[in-house]
């Protein structure tokens, strides 16, 4: 609790500093090579940076989620980009939620609307699996919600990892310029098809074996 306590601390200083610094003046600009060249070549600084945009990105979205992964891909590369973007992402919405749920979790309940916390009660990992896959949610009220419900941490990043693989495979394909041409449309809308059919599969079965669950608790 304690060492939980202490890593906030830490991040809210680095958020703080990045608020009122010249990187978040020209991360505003939303111009990736304006960036990359702020940020310079050393591999550690320009990670580090990148790990903490990620962060805040998932506390407050307010930069553009596509803006951090087109960063990430301009930066490492399309594959590098990818991953990184995916990992962190998993990271920073993990350092979200156990923050809300032992940090701010009565502050926060005061703070939100009934049902949106009772919609991520209610659902739990379903909510978590389908607001990143298709996300009507910002990512920030996703982590906040489900650190104030009662879904378990486990289920938490089973969900965004799965959701968050799926679609970010799709954001990455437009600043890796599949978009533009480079690639078949058809093969586009195929690979589209089978992600989307992957996550509703998941979906069936997972509904399917929570209801097979429940009524093998009742016998």
């Known amino acids: 609790m304690h060492k939980l306590i202490?890593?906030?601390a830490l991040i809210a200083v680095a958020i703080y500093f990045f608020f009122n610094?010249?990187?978040?003046?020209?991360?505003k600009s939303g111009d990736i090579e304006t960036i990359k060249s702020f940020l310079g070549e050393n591999i550690y600084y320009t990670l580090g940076i990148t790990f903490i945009i990620m962060i805040i990105q998932n506390s407050?979205?307010?930069i553009p989620l596509i803006l951090v992964i087109s960063l990430n891909i301009a930066l490492y590369g399309l594959?590098?980009?990818f991953f990184w973007s995916w990992i962190t992402s998993i990271i920073s919405s993990i350092i979200v939620f156990l923050g809300i749920r032992f940090g701010f979790q009565d502050w926060m309940l005061k703070k939100l609307k009934p049902e949106i916390v009772n919609m991520g009660e209610k659902h739990g990992f379903?909510?978590?699996l389908q607001a990143r896959v298709i996300p009507f949610i910002p990512t920030s009220i996703i982590n906040i919600t489900a650190g104030l419900s009662g879904i378990r941490l486990?289920?938490?990043i089973t969900a965004t990892s799965i959701g968050n693989f799926i679609y970010f495979i799709i954001l990455s394909l437009i600043p890796a310029g599949l978009f533009s041409g480079e690639i078949n449309?058809?093969?586009?809308?195929i690979l589209a098809f089978f992600l989307i059919l992957l996550f509703y599969l998941f979906k069936k079965f997972y509904r399917k074996?929570?209801?097979?669950?429940?009524?093998?608790?009742q016998k």
């Not at 610094?21 to 991360?27: A, E, F, G, I, K």
């Not at 449309?185 to 809308?189: S, T, W």
């Open 6 to 8: 202490i890593l906030l």
């Open 21 to 27: 610094s010249s990187l978040y003046h020209v991360l």
């Open 185 to 189: 449309v058809y093969v586009l809308g």
């Open 60 to 62: 407050f979205t307010i």
């Open 126 to 128: 379903l909510y978590v």
């Open 209 to 217: 074996n929570n209801r097979k669950t429940a009524r093998e608790n």
């Open 79 to 81: 594959y590098y980009g």
């Open 154 to 156: 486990k289920e938490f």
